[in-house]
């Protein structure tokens, strides 16, 4: 809990930074049909009911995720609209008097995302945008009694639709590369990271 909220006072902070630079250069949006954003980044938020196995020392690693995002409409209104996909992983571990257990996830997922370009002509380098992602969310738990040895173990397999929604923004330091922040739920609640464009 206490690195979720750590990571929600990122994603603020780096909007507001962004958004206080509004009188940067103006020019063309940062997104628009043809542009390519990859991204990398960090997560916190999101446990898939670990806690409720009754482990309290468990040990939640943050998710990792990929995401891409192609503009393919503009002028859609006051934005472009992308699609693309995500790829993300989250694991977690607990360990003790002989015992072993891990919970992994793994989700791979389309996006479709809006990006706004009213702030283009005050601010060329930051890119507000939202979406949605909707997937599969691959679950994995193995448990290991190192006393019993594998008789007692118990690994099983799972698979879960996935539907979510994100408001996110990205600021670009340099043509090819930025950072982002996002707020929302797929394989995290908050995330922050860097991108290149292309």
Same mark, same amino acid.
């Given at each position: ?44 938020g ?18 990792? /995720?990929? !995401? ?7 002028? %859609? ?13 989250? !694991? ?10 891990s919970?992994?996830?793994? %989700? %791979?997922?389309?996006?479709g ?6 702030? /283009? ?8 945008? /939202? ?15 190192? %006393? ?34 996002e ?6 609640? /908050? ?8």
């Amino acid at each position: 809990m206490k690195n979720w909220k750590m990571l929600m006072a990122a994603v603020v902070l780096f909007s507001a930074t962004a958004i206080t630079n509004a009188n940067a250069q103006g020019g063309e949006p940062p997104f628009v049909k043809g542009s390519n954003t990859i991204g990398a980044s960090l997560g916190f938020g999101v446990d898939y009911g670990y806690h409720y196995a009754g482990y309290g020392n468990y040990t939640p690693l943050p998710a990792i /995720a990929f !995401t891409f995002d192609h503009g393919s409409f503009e002028k %859609i209104g006051p934005g472009t609209i992308g699609i693309g996909g995500v790829v993300g992983f989250k !694991t977690a571990r607990w360990k003790g008097n002989g015992y072993k257990e891990s919970w992994t996830n793994f %989700i %791979i997922g389309v996006r479709g995302t809006y990006h706004l370009t009213l702030l /283009a002509d005050k601010n060329n380098k930051f890119d507000p945008y /939202a979406g949605i992602t909707a997937g599969f969310r691959i679950f994995t738990h193995k448990y290991d009694d190192a %006393i019993y040895g594998s008789y007692y173990n118990d690994n099983y397999n799972s698979m879960y639709p996935i539907l979510g929604a994100f408001v996110g923004a990205k600021y670009n330091f340099a043509p090819n590369f930025g950072a982002f922040a996002e707020v929302g739920y797929d394989i995290s609640l /908050a995330r922050i990271g860097i991108c290149l464009n292309f």
